[in-house]
């Protein structure tokens, strides 16, 4: 059996408001995503579901499929950002694709994914 890596969450409040006042954002039909410089050195997540979703089954369901997105491409993400996503209606009857593609285009567009080391240093062969 696999260990699943365990990913540091935002839990108070305050750290919310911090990132809906001061972070970044991106607007995609699933989710928004707020994003900003973490205090901690390490990378967190924070997700919110409201009362919008319906019950607590869709909310819940709304967050498994963004937390699941988040474990599979936190590797490749900054260390020592505070990220919030906030799941919108249309994440329940969104295919994941869908939904996938919604969150790699708002990481992209905040510049959270980590830069390659080997893209850094790039021969020109011309010269």
């Known amino acids: 059996m696999v260990a699943m890596k365990k990913y540091i ?17 991106a607007v995609r039909g699933t989710m928004v995503v707020y994003a900003g410089k973490g205090r901690r050195g390490m990378l967190r997540l924070g997700i919110t579901a409201g009362k919008k979703l319906g019950g607590a ?19 490749g993400l900054k260390s020592g950002m505070d990220i919030c996503i906030v799941a919108r209606s249309r994440i329940l009857t969104a295919k994941y694709n869908m939904v996938e593609k919604d969150f790699m285009s708002a990481m ?19 010269n």
Do not use: H, P, W
Request: with cysteine.
């Open 108 to 126: 992209a567009e905040l510049k959270l994914f980590a830069e390659d080391k080997s893209d850094e240093k790039t021969v020109d062969f011309n």
């Open 57 to 75: 089954v869709c909310r819940n369901r709304a967050k498994r499929r963004i937390r699941e997105l988040f474990r599979s491409s936190a590797d």
């Open 9 to 25: 969450s935002l839990c108070r409040n305050s750290e919310f408001q911090r990132l809906y006042r001061k972070g970044r954002s």
